[in-house]
């Protein structure tokens, strides 16, 4: 079984910074794509970026330009720079990772709050 922990997270002004860590319990070379998502009460799951193992990123558009993800291939880690942050990032963050066969896996989320 996968074990994925997110860390990171917390308060923050708008316009600050949070860089969230996800650090899994394989290589995540292993696995076809990692992942952030979020959630806010009420509302489905949405994705915030993906990486794939060769490198292709895909942004929601409501966070280009603003969060970046990055991998530590010898850490095991996939992290996410969240810069000028604004209140409607506002959610629970998940890390999640998809193996080559079966269901994606997921993390236990993180709380980020951005103050107006």
């Known amino acids: 079984q996968v074990q994925l922990e997110e860390s990171g997270g917390g308060l923050v002004q708008a316009g600050g910074s949070l860089r969230l860590s996800c650090t899994a319990s394989?290589?995540?070379?292993?696995?076809?794509?990692v992942g952030w998502y979020r959630q806010v009460p009420g509302k489905q799951r949405e994705l915030v970026v993906t990486?794939?193992?060769?490198?292709?990123?895909n942004y929601a558009d409501s966070v280009k330009g603003r969060f970046t993800i990055s991998r530590d291939i010898a850490k095991n880690t996939a992290s996410l720079q969240m810069n000028s942050l604004k209140p409607e990032d506002t959610a629970v963050y998940y890390c999640?990772?998809?193996?080559?066969?079966?269901?994606?896996?997921w993390g236990q989320g993180t709380q980020v709050t951005v103050s107006s």
């Open positions: 990486i794939t193992r060769g490198g292709s990123t």
């Open positions: 999640s990772a998809v193996p080559q066969l079966g269901p994606a896996y």
């Open positions: 394989r290589s995540i070379f292993s696995f076809l794509s």
